[in-house]
């Protein structure tokens, strides 16, 4: 994946006080509720609205889980079925009428709460798989109850695999171990806190009125058109302290450059939604978009031979080369009266459609 960056964000001068960063999504959004979205767009929104507990610290080598709400990492039972998680006081919502003017803290029960929505058939999460295979004690009875007797998800209820055990402490327990459930405590999707009040408050329309503990909030939304980012004016005091890898000495100035300073870098982001690939290399080209991935079609111009094009050099553009884990996969339509079906003859025609396939070209 190759990206393309500008100089400096607008805003860095000082007639523009604000440190505006405009880039542009391929996809449109869905909508942003952790419980009900799964597409990337949208999962890339909720990430900078949303906290899980903890977070990645993506310069470290290699990767490594650190807290984000949480105070520490989770205390983790010696067969790795029992998590327990304590929050860091103090850390606000984003202000909303659904508070009646009055500032909401994270608590632990928050998170039981937004583990529970997804469970909830009413939400119809698109996450339920990750918590499903989970197996949290208890809380598939929950779910079936409703689902059996179409009646309302049971909140109050306390199951052993769930519970709050202080204000700042929550537990999950699991029917078998699974040391790598830590990690989903990384996923704001579908593990971003959300406060009971703002559900209540906004019903149906909760992916339209997203309230959460992160660096920013919504500040504006053209559905499938614009969205507006601003600096979430509650949120914590948290500062870029990262060190650049060994592997990655070309970010050592950079990382550098910004470590002791407070987040969210910059004051307010702007997204625009352009599908189509011809547009966005053009407002990139002409100032429009501060960061772009480089589609496919327009590669060799942007980095010919693999270096940066010189006419956007000379703007100060920098030019970043990623890879990415990709997996692509082929399927057989197996109703289709030409390949389907599994007679010897039609299984025989697939293997050999799949040998005489270049998967590496």
């Not at 659904?98 to 529970?116: M, T």
């Not at 009040?197 to 504006?220: K, S």
């Not at 997204?271 to 100032?287: D, K, M």
Request: glycine share 6%; net charge neutral; hydrophobic share 40%.
């Amino acid at each position: 994946m190759a990206a393309l960056a500008g100089a400096a964000p607008p805003g860095a001068t000082q007639n523009a006080p604000l440190k505006t960063l405009r880039v542009c999504f391929a996809v449109p959004e869905t909508g942003f509720d952790p419980a009900q979205v799964q597409d990337q767009y949208s999962s890339t929104i909720i990430n900078h609205i949303f906290d899980a507990p903890l977070r990645y610290d993506y310069m470290a080598r290699p990767v490594q889980l650190i807290p984000n709400t949480a105070a520490a990492l989770p205390e983790v039972s010696s067969d790795f079925r029992t998590f327990t998680v304590r929050l860091r006081p103090g850390i606000l919502f984003q202000d909303d009428a659904a508070f009646n003017g009055h500032p909401r803290e994270l608590v632990a029960a928050d998170y039981v709460y937004s583990i529970k929505r997804v469970f909830d058939p009413r939400w119809k999460s698109q996450m339920l798989f990750i918590l499903e295979a989970a197996k949290i004690v208890g809380i598939d009875l929950l779910r079936q109850r409703a689902l059996k007797d179409k009646q309302r998800f049971d909140y109050v209820r306390e199951i052993d695999g769930l519970r709050v055990l202080d204000r700042y402490t929550f537990q999950i327990r699991l029917e078998q171990p699974n040391p790598r459930f830590v990690y989903t405590l990384a996923l704001a999707l579908p593990l971003g806190a959300v406060a009971r009040e703002v559900v209540e408050a906004y019903g149906d329309q909760i992916a339209a009125h997203p309230v959460g503990t992160g660096p920013f909030r919504l500040a504006q939304w053209v559905r499938t058109s614009r969205i507006v980012l601003e600096r979430n004016p509650t949120y914590r005091d948290e500062i870029y302290e990262f060190a650049a890898p060994a592997d990655a000495p070309h970010l050592a100035r950079e990382v550098e450059r910004l470590r002791g300073r407070r987040v969210p870098l910059v004051d307010r982001v702007e997204v625009t939604i352009i599908q189509e690939a011809q547009p966005r290399w053009l407002s990139f080209e002409q100032g429009s978009l501060d960061h772009l991935l480089v589609p496919i079609e327009y590669g060799t111009l942007a980095a010919p031979n693999g270096k940066l094009a010189p006419s956007l050099a000379r703007r100060g553009v920098r030019h970043d080369v990623t890879p990415m884990a990709d997996l692509a996969m082929s399927y057989f339509n197996m109703e289709h009266p030409l390949v389907g079906g599994y007679t010897p003859e039609k299984v025989a025609l697939r293997r050999a459609i799949s040998l005489g396939f270049d998967g590496e070209d």
